[in-house]
């Protein structure tokens, strides 16, 4: 069975400033999909980035970025310019290929705090 | 496009009532997922509909809880017999089949079991 752990319960980081968020996961499959998830104090799940483990190459979406190491089987997420809008719960989330339908299997969480 | 709707946003139950909830998905999606958060937890798979049809039900979903999604359009997850560890946010995402780049999720149904 896949697994998705995410080693740090909290982080915080000043306005302005980077953090980077850590995401491990196990699976024996080949072809599969990692994203990273903010949910708000509102509870809405906000897709924030994805990656396709065939890409070798790290998705970026304006501020986030990630660090896709697929032997060690990491994912973390970088926040750059940290804004007082980011602050939420983050999930990192697992989806297998191929033919399979979207079930999903996420971590534990991080809580993020940004500090001005 | 409004959305995914869950419906109620809270609901305060006593302890051995049903309850249900109801969920709206996007409309041109035809995938839909159920899947329950504890408090300071990932959300957990439930089950899941392409159109109207329930394909998967993780051992998660005993048998006081049934979902459905009749001609493949809204779904409803009812919880007989509540218990206090019922007690969770009941999330709702939906998404097309043919793209595989994240649902989009509701904003969820608090359950408190009293």
């Known amino acids: 069975a896949q697994t998705v752990t995410q080693s740090q319960p909290e982080m915080s980081v000043q306005e302005a400033e980077t953090v980077t968020l850590s995401c491990t996961y196990d699976?024996?499959?080949?072809?599969?999909?990692l994203f990273w998830y903010k949910q708000p104090p509102s509870r809405q799940m906000i897709l924030v980035i994805r990656?396709?483990?065939?890409?070798?190459q790290n998705a970026t979406e304006n501020r986030f970025s990630v660090n896709f190491q697929k032997a060690a089987k990491s994912f973390s997420l970088k926040i750059s310019d940290s804004q007082l809008g980011d602050a939420a719960m983050y999930f990192c989330?697992?989806?297998?290929?191929?033919?399979?339908?979207?079930?999903?299997?996420f971590g534990q969480g991080t809580i993020l705090t940004v500090h001005p | 496009d409004t959305g995914v709707s869950q419906d109620p946003r809270h609901k305060i139950t006593k302890r051995g009532q049903n309850v249900t909830f109801r969920c709206d998905p996007i409309?041109?999606?035809?995938?839909l997922y159920w899947y329950r958060q504890t408090l300071g937890q990932g959300p957990e798979f439930l089950t899941y509909?392409?159109?109207?049809?329930?394909?998967?039900k993780s051992r998660l979903l005993s048998d006081r809880f049934s979902a459905e999604r009749p001609k493949g359009s809204f779904s409803t997850l009812e919880i007989q017999r509540t218990e206090q560890g019922d007690s969770a946010m009941y999330l709702c995402?939906?998404?097309?089949?043919?793209?595989?780049?994240?649902?989009?999720f509701g904003s969820g149904t608090r359950l408190t079991v009293v």
């Open positions: 995402a939906s998404s097309p089949k043919d793209r595989d780049y994240g649902y989009t």
């Open positions: 699976t024996s499959e080949s072809d599969y999909y």
């Open positions: 990656q396709e483990a065939y890409k070798q």
């Open positions: 989330a697992y989806k297998a290929g191929g033919t399979s339908y979207g079930k999903l299997t």
């Open positions: 409309s041109e999606h035809n995938r």
């Open positions: 509909f392409q159109n109207e049809a329930q394909l998967e």
